[in-house]
């Protein structure tokens, strides 16, 4: 019987083909969200971002933000990759929108609940969660990236969500003052972040990322949409609260 001998180059072909193979197509992150501007809020934030499918499914769960109302939340980028600290808010003591977007950067991904999610609904009142009576908030949603600008990387996220009731304690968004700084017609509450988390506090390098489209400015918050929707913002508060006092929930 004759045996055959295969050379170190020959039995290196088919296992480089078994070895060599593309990056890991699925990466993900879970991220502590961290209460801003004593919102006494908590939370957690799971993103899982499947390269082949060019999706991210994104997991957030949180208690003790204002009951019945709803929160904006978005996934941001483009700035120091950290949530602010308190020491960089104003003279009256709240932490504003402009004031933490130097920290976790502009929005990238509006988590709604359905319908559009780029930076455009950045304040879809209709479309973001509600939180339940005892001010929890349980979301979940799959978003085909192919529908955004620019790229996702969980390297380099922070995850903020938006509603505070501490600066006039009465279970609603205001009202006013302070006002926002963002539009000077709606209360600082309805547009203040009360929970922020990134994955480079939490030490998660996630290598690569995922193509989202083209262009690279989706990072840039406009501003001038949180104004458009905070007005919305307000009313959508406003009726939840009427809702809740005809029920005797306050």
């Known amino acids: 019987m004759r045996t055959r001998y295969l050379s170190a180059a020959a039995l290196a072909v088919p296992f480089a083909l078994f070895t060599a193979g593309p990056a890991a197509a699925a990466e993900s992150a879970t991220i502590d969200l961290g209460a801003l501007n004593n919102s006494g809020a908590s939370g957690t934030a799971e993103l899982y971002l499947d390269e082949e499918a ?9 208690m003790g933000v204002v009951p019945g ?6 996934i941001h980028i483009g700035g120091q990759n ?16 402009p004031e933490g977007q130097p920290f976790y950067g502009g ?7 359905e319908g559009d999610f780029g930076p455009d609904s950045a304040l879809a009142v209709e479309r973001f969660p509600v939180a339940s ?8 949603r799959t978003f085909d990236l192919s529908q955004i600008d620019g790229d996702i990387n969980l ?3 922070s995850v903020v969500q938006h509603g505070i009731d501490t600066i006039s304690p009465n279970g609603q968004y205001g009202p006013p003052p302070p006002v926002s700084e963002i539009d000077p017609s709606l209360p600082l509450e309805a547009t203040a972040p009360a929970l922020c988390g990134a994955t480079d506090q939490m030490g998660q390098m996630p290598s690569g990322g995922v193509d989202a489209g ?13 104004a458009l929707g905070a007005a919305g913002l307000a009313g959508a508060g406003a009726l939840a609260y009427r809702r809740r ?3 005797g929930d306050v």
């Open 133 to 140: 009576g005892s001010g929890e908030v349980s979301y979940e």
């Open 245 to 247: 006092t005809a029920r």
């Open 107 to 113: 929005i990238q991904l509006s988590l709604t609940t």
């Open 82 to 97: 950290i949530c602010p600290p308190m020491s960089a808010a104003g003279d009256d003591g709240v932490l504003s929108t």
């Open 69 to 74: 109302l709803p929160h904006a939340q978005h």
């Open 155 to 157: 390297a380099d996220v």
């Open 214 to 226: 083209g262009g690279g400015t989706a990072g840039v918050e406009n501003e001038a949409l949180f």
């Open 54 to 62: 060019n999706t991210l499914t994104v997991n957030i769960d949180t």
